[in-house]
């Protein structure tokens, strides 16, 4: 870490315990800003730029408050080192976090017109966010340099205009200055929140900024654009943190089940969860999507509508209100994706917790689907006609979706089903399979232990997934001790007959 020595007006390089107390600035850049080059440059030089008399300002108050060292962005990075870039931003929070003091110098403001406060750029910029969180102590300057006040007696205010909780402002003297662990206790989405209305000059640093805020680091990339940017900020949040509320986000222009910016967030400061996270489920980012072990809420008679529960509920709702879900549409056996990007109030929409445990893929692109769901065939409905009568019928997997005599597949663009039938003599049995994929128009058949151990043990098993990814791979007889299966189409109903010798 550089520091600025503030007497004789040099740099000095610390690392870890060596690090003295120092004084930082927060603010917003304005023209001629003194660069690291200008400061270790020519004195003479760099007392000529605009931005001097701000390193000489934050220079006097720390020297005032008895700090021999203090910390100003501009010039205490060097940002041709794209090493020491990275480390600046991932050491940001932290470097704000113990700074003894932190100076808020408002360009824009004049303190003889207190009402205009709320429209200093500084409470707009993205990265001031961590800037007003970190530091335990604040003192704010107007735009000459006169006292305004310290963050205590204005945490209200500015909680007010930034939409960050009163409580958060006042952690440092509530909480032991611990402010990173009561972070992590307040939801992700209320955390977004705070960025949703701010800003950055480069469109990556809108999720590089927020880094500190939830204790994570990663390298930067700058030219990969502000989505991807964000998209990786995730990403690395769900690698330390099982807190649902990071998919409680709303935006009708993203169709993934990770957000596109912190935009999506601005309703998160309202949302608290209703649980500890300890009780959330695992669930982490594949190159599938998003894989996650859970009981999906769905409408009963209607295995269409299926429902994430996310543990969370709207605080601007009166009590009773139900939990906060996403609604997913069933692609394949385990595969979702988000749709109506809007949170669902479960109740509402008379959810009930009818699906089995297991885990399942949302996804997290869903160009793959929509390019290949183009030219898919598929059926809504797949009929059973004339079962035979010395069979009787043990089992339908998917239970969620068969109808007494018809399975309903909905919008989905692959689907496996079966009904395991037992003879009523002999006990012996085997199972209908019946479905249909993007490589395969409608199927059906008949397997046994014998003829297809695989299968078999997919159905034993309940394994809908892998008996899809079979019936790609694998024919199926379709004829067995006297009964013969057929299909037929109807645009999108499918019919699986089933008949025995001798009928006609």
């Known amino acids: 870490m550089k520091l600025i020595n503030c007497s004789e007006l040099k740099l000095e390089e610390f690392f870890g315990s060596d690090i003295p107390p120092y004084a930082i600035l927060s603010h917003t850049w304005e023209k001629e800003e003194v660069t690291y080059q200008d400061f270790i440059g020519h004195a003479g030089d760099r007392t000529k730029l605009e931005g001097w008399n701000k390193i000489e300002r934050t220079i006097a108050l720390a020297m005032a408050d008895g700090h021999a060292y203090c910390w100003i962005d501009t010039c205490c990075i060097d940002k041709r080192s794209s090493a020491e870039l990275t480390e600046a931003i991932n050491s940001m929070f932290k470097w704000y976090l113990e700074s003894q003091i932190c100076y808020v110098y408002l360009c824009d403001f004049d303190?003889?017109?207190?009402?205009?406060?709320?429209?200093?750029?500084?409470?707009?910029?993205?990265?001031?966010?961590?800037?007003?969180?970190?530091?335990?102590?604040?003192r704010f300057y107007d735009k000459s340099w006169n006292f305004y006040g310290d963050k205590i007696a204005l945490h209200t205010e500015i909680s007010k205009i930034t939409g960050v909780d009163d409580t958060v402002l006042s952690a440092g003297d509530s909480f032991d200055n611990d402010i990173e662990t009561y972070l992590f206790t307040l939801p992700v989405c209320k955390r977004m929140s705070w960025a949703a209305k701010r800003s950055t000059k480069r469109e990556e640093d809108i999720a590089y900024s927020l880094l500190g805020i939830f204790g994570v680091n990663m390298p930067m990339l700058y030219g990969e654009g502000g989505e991807k940017a964000f998209m990786r900020l995730q990403e690395q949040i769900i690698k330390d943190n099982n807190d649902l509320t990071i998919l409680a986000w709303e935006d009708a222009k993203c169709d993934k089940i990770l957000a596109r910016s912190p935009v999506s967030f601005v309703n998160g400061g309202k949302i608290q969860s209703n649980q500890s996270q300890r009780y959330n489920p695992e669930f982490q980012l594949t190159n599938k999507g998003l894989r996650i072990n859970v009981r999906l809420w769905t409408r009963a008679l209607n295995p269409d509508f299926n429902f994430l529960n996310l543990k969370c509920y709207d605080t601007d709702q009166p009590p009773g209100t139900g939990?906060?879900?996403l609604y997913l549409l069933q692609i394949t056996p385990n595969i979702y994706r988000r749709i109506n990007n809007n949170l669902i109030d479960m109740r509402q929409h008379l959810a009930r917790s009818l699906s089995a445990r297991g885990t399942i893929y949302i996804q997290n692109d869903n160009r793959d689907w929509i390019?290949?769901?183009?030219?898919?065939?598929?059926?809504?409905?797949?009929?059973?006609?004339?079962?035979?009568?010395?069979?009787k019928m043990a089992r339908a997997e998917p239970s969620s979706r068969w109808r007494y005599n018809y399975f309903e597949t909905g919008d989905m663009i692959e689907f496996a089903g079966f009904l395991k039938c037992v003879h009523r003599t002999t006990k012996k049995s085997f199972a209908l399979i019946c479905g249909f994929s993007r490589r395969k128009d409608?199927?059906?058949?008949?397997?046994?232990?014998?003829?297809?151990?695989?299968?078999?043990?997919?159905?034993?098993?309940?394994?809908?997934?892998?008996?899809?990814?079979?019936?790609d791979k694998t024919g199926l007889d379709t004829t067995y001790d006297s009964i013969t299966v057929s299909v037929r189409t109807e645009e999108t109903r499918g019919y699986v007959e089933v008949r025995s010798e001798g009928t006609d």
């Open 111 to 138: 303190r003889s017109i207190p009402e205009t406060l709320p429209d200093c750029r500084w409470f707009g910029r993205g990265w001031t966010l961590q800037e007003l969180i970190a530091p335990s102590k604040h």
């Open 323 to 325: 939990p906060l879900g």
């Open 371 to 391: 390019s290949k769901s183009w030219s898919a065939k598929r059926y809504r409905i797949i009929s059973i006609l004339s079962m035979e009568q010395k069979y």
């Open 442 to 471: 409608l199927y059906a058949g008949i397997t046994t232990p014998e003829s297809n151990p695989d299968v078999w043990k997919a159905v034993l098993n309940g394994e809908m997934d892998l008996l899809c990814d079979l019936m």
